[in-house]
C-alpha cells in the first residue's frame, strides 16, 4: 500500500495528548516549532527515512537531506507525492508556505524555495515531529 493510500488518523486533542510527547503535542498539535539546533536530525546524516512521529507516514529519506545551515532538518523532496500538504501560513508577520502530515494533519515545518537541485526547495521539518528508522545494511 503507498503511503496515499493509508487510512487517515484522526484522534481527539485528548487522545493526541496521551499519544505524543510535551514536545511531539507542541509542534504537531499546536504549530510549535523547536529552538533551531535543539532537535534531533538537524546534524544527522545516516541512510534512513525519517516518518511522522503522529502516525508513522514515511516523510522522507536521508538521500533528500541536506545541511542548510539552519538548525532543522532539511530536505529537498518527500519520499513521494501526497505525503505531505501545504498550506499558506501568515503568522509571525510573514507569509510562508507550511507543510503538514498528509495523513494525521501534524505539522511538520515549512519549505521555501531556496533549496538545492533538482527540487530547488528546502524543506525545514521540527526533527521532533519525526522519528527516524535507519536502513539495515
Known amino acids: 500500500m503507498t ?9 481527539s486533542d485528548s487522545q493526541w495528548r496521551e499519544e505524543l ?3 511531539q503535542y507542541h509542534i504537531l498539535r499546536q504549530q510549535g516549532t523547536e529552538r533551531p ?17 503522529g502516525c508513522e507516514t514515511a516523510l522522507f529519506r536521508s538521500d533528500t537531506k541536506f545541511d ?3 538548525g532543522w532538518p532539511s ?18 508577520g510573514m507569509v ?5 502530515c ?9 519549505v521555501f524555495p531556496d533549496g538545492p537541485a533538482p527540487t530547488g526547495l528546502r524543506y525545514c521539518m521540527n ?11
Open 68 to 70: 542548510a545551515g539552519c
Open 37 to 53: 539546533f535543539t532537535g534531533p536530525y538537524w546534524d544527522s546524516f545516516e541512510s534512513g527515512t525519517y516518518y511522522c512521529a
Open 75 to 92: 530536505f529537498f523532496e518527500p519520499v513521494e507525492p501526497g505525503v505531505v500538504t501545504e498550506l499558506r501560513d501568515e503568522s509571525h
Open 3 to 11: 503511503q496515499s493510500n493509508k487510512q487517515k488518523k484522526t484522534l
Open 127 to 137: 526533527g521532533h515531529a519525526m522519528h527516524f528508522v535507519e536502513d539495515k545494511t
Open 96 to 100: 510562508r508556505t507550511e507543510i503538514r
Open 21 to 23: 510527547t510535551p514536545e
Open 102 to 110: 498528509a495523513n494525521c494533519g501534524g505539522h511538520l515545518g515549512h
